[in-house]
């Protein structure tokens, strides 16, 4: 086994677990500011990448030029959550709280699977396409430029959540909504923007990937499992924490898969999920 082949394994490490971070970090938002998991959110993600492919199907829109459009219909869709079902279900028990967004995973699927049939589809001749060599690596361009995508949208959450009047708005909401309402802030508007947002992250995510993932209805399982994975090590509500372990996540998978065996890559990053819980169950960043 060479160093180019390890390196390799790194980068598409690296670049993998970017995306990962960015579909956790929605998720977290939403668990940290109103304590709800969102069980929908591998829908969510499929969602978004079938509306990158009906863009490019329908109007000839490459998925890097509808990044705008889908980022939009998905934060719609994250409104369109909170006021027909979140809202109602803020005080409700836990359990019910679950059996809710779980119900709306398996909703939203089956009317997926009943409007688009669960064939498999893909970008064809997408814009970005080929691949780069750099010292021996070969990085494709598509997964590199959604990697770096997704950094940048990653970035611009961070800057959004800590300096801007409505980040600190939904982080006082977060840590005590009544006393946010004390004070002027509408915690249900904080609670739309909060799933408008999560979801918008999403929709780069699931947009990017639309480039070089297969796109069909149950593409968004795996995905939601690892961003589970990616808050419970990061911590849950810390976005800064999703960044770490998505790029960890990332890493273990890739790497897990050359150096040991690549059929068991998976049980690698959920050993370290039942680590993290047994030893550290507020994450790497979590306080609670």
């Known amino acids: 086994m060479t160093t180019e082949i390890i390196l390799q394994a790194v980068v598409t490490g690296l670049m993998m677990g ?25 829908e ?41 079902l979140i809202r109602y279900i803020l005080k409700a028990k836990m359990l019910i709280q679950i059996c809710a967004t779980f119900g709306l995973s398996i909703f939203i699927r089956s009317i997926a699977q009943f409007l688009w049939t669960p064939d498999f589809r893909n970008i064809d001749k997408p814009f970005l396409e080929g691949r780069l060599e750099i010292s021996g690596m ?101 976005i800064i924490g999703c960044l770490y372990a998505g790029i960890i996540i990332g890493l273990v998978e890739s790497l897990g898969g050359l150096l040991i065996d690549p059929s068991f890559k998976l049980l690698y990053v959920f050993a370290i999920y039942l680590l993290v819980v047994i030893f550290r169950p507020q994450g790497l960043f979590g306080r609670y």
Request: glycine share 10%; charged share 5%; net charge negative.
């Open 18 to 42: 970017l995306i990962y971070a960015l579909i956790a970090a929605g998720l977290s938002l939403i668990f940290g500011l109103m304590d709800i998991v969102n069980f929908a959110h591998g």
């Open 44 to 84: 969510h993600l499929m969602l978004s990448m079938f509306s990158s492919f009906w863009l490019w199907s329908l109007f000839g829109l490459d998925p890097i030029f509808s990044i705008p459009i889908t980022i939009l219909l998905m934060a719609f869709c994250g409104v369109l959550t909170h006021y027909f």
């Open 138 to 238: 070969f990085i494709g361009q598509p997964q590199l430029v959604a990697s770096l995508i997704c950094l940048v949208a990653f970035i611009l959450l961070y800057l959004f959540v800590t300096r801007t009047e409505t980040g600190l708005a939904l982080q006082a909401t977060a840590q005590d909504r009544h006393a946010a309402e004390i004070l002027g802030i509408p915690s249900d508007k904080m609670f739309a923007i909060g799933w408008a947002i999560g979801l918008g992250c999403v929709g780069v995510a699931g947009g990017m990937m639309a480039n070089y993932f297969f796109i069909f209805t149950d593409v968004g399982i795996n995905f939601a499992l690892f961003a589970f994975v990616a808050v419970a090590l990061g911590g849950f509500g810390s």
